[in-house]
């Protein structure tokens, strides 16, 4: 189970801070991160991180969204500055699961970011 939270609205150029806790039956985990689905579109990766602690990142959000993780409280965090109103969207973590050569990914329940002046 995924549990997400920090959401809300902010100013652009304003900064907010996601969570997400992983709880329940955990392990073989690949990567934790974060996608975003904004109205009209598809969802998107925003940034993930994988268990060797490399980064991805979405071009748009380089340099002003950080992604990070706790391994010990299995949380992972979404540090995000310089928020423009295109980055307004519902933001769902994700936990990429692998057991064998099959994969699974778990979804948080979603938070929504608005970033409007």
């Known amino acids: 189970q995924l549990q997400a939270s920090g959401g809300g609205l902010v100013q652009p150029g304003g900064s907010l801070r996601l969570s997400c806790a992983a709880s329940g039956s955990i392990f073989s985990i690949r990567s934790m991160g974060w996608y975003r689905q904004a109205p009209g579109k598809s969802r998107e990766l925003v940034a993930a991180?994988?268990?060797?602690?490399?980064?991805n990142y979405a071009d748009s959000v380089k340099g002003r969204f950080t992604v990070s993780r706790d391994n010990a409280k299995n949380t992972v965090y979404l540090q995000m500055h310089s928020l423009k109103p295109e980055d307004t969207a519902v933001y769902y973590c994700n936990l990429n699961q692998a057991v064998g050569s099959i994969q699974y990914d778990y979804w948080g329940q979603g938070t929504q970011v608005t970033v409007s002046s």
């Open positions: 991180m994988a268990i060797g602690g490399s980064t």
